[in-house]
């Protein structure tokens, strides 16, 4: 008979909550839930955009850029297009997984040139240079 009316729910909820004043009513516990639930997510997505763990700062992210501008691109091609080595570019890339691109970097191919990097950078440091790759790297003077 009655249609649900969110509003009048909440009012209701807000006024037996006063009317207890202390003690949480039953009826509104679902709702204290939902923004609680709601107020931790902002909290958590909040930490994973701007406290992302090791990921390298400013001034070691342009010796990466660097680096892969000189040293990958003398096999990948200045603008990563490819060379001795296969192309870098986003189209290259998309649809290979970051896992198995962190790994050739890491430990490059045996039996082909493309040569191991772990003694140069960290794990966390190969997997930002992907996640670049991906997106278009960027260069020299763009930082
Ligand atoms: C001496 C030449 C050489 C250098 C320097 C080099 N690579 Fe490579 N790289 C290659 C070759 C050749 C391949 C292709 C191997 C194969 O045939 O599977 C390759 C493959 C790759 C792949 C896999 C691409 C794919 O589509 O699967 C990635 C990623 C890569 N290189 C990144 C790098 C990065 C980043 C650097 C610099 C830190 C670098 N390479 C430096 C020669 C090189």
């Avoid at 390298?56 to 001795?84: F, W, Y």
Wanted: glycine letters at 6%; a negative charge.
């Amino acid at each position: 008979m009655h249609e649900f009316d969110a509003t009048a729910a909440l009012h209701s909820c807000w006024a037996t909550g006063r009317e207890l004043f202390s003690s949480v009513s039953y009826e509104c516990s679902w709702q204290l839930f939902f923004i609680g639930l709601l107020l931790s997510l902002l909290l958590i997505s909040n930490n994973v955009v701007y406290a992302a763990p090791d990921s390298p700062d400013a001034a070691r992210r342009m010796e990466l850029i660097k680096m892969v501008r000189n040293d990958c691109g003398s096999c990948h091609g200045i603008q990563l297009t490819g060379g001795l080595g296969l192309p870098l570019t986003p189209d290259a890339l998309k649809k290979k997984p970051d896992s198995a691109l962190v790994a050739t970097i890491l430990y490059g191919r045996p039996g082909t040139p493309m040569p191991p990097w772990r003694d140069f950078m960290s794990e966390s440091e190969a997997e930002w240079i992907v996640e670049s790759l991906k997106l278009g790297f960027p260069n020299v003077n763009s930082h």
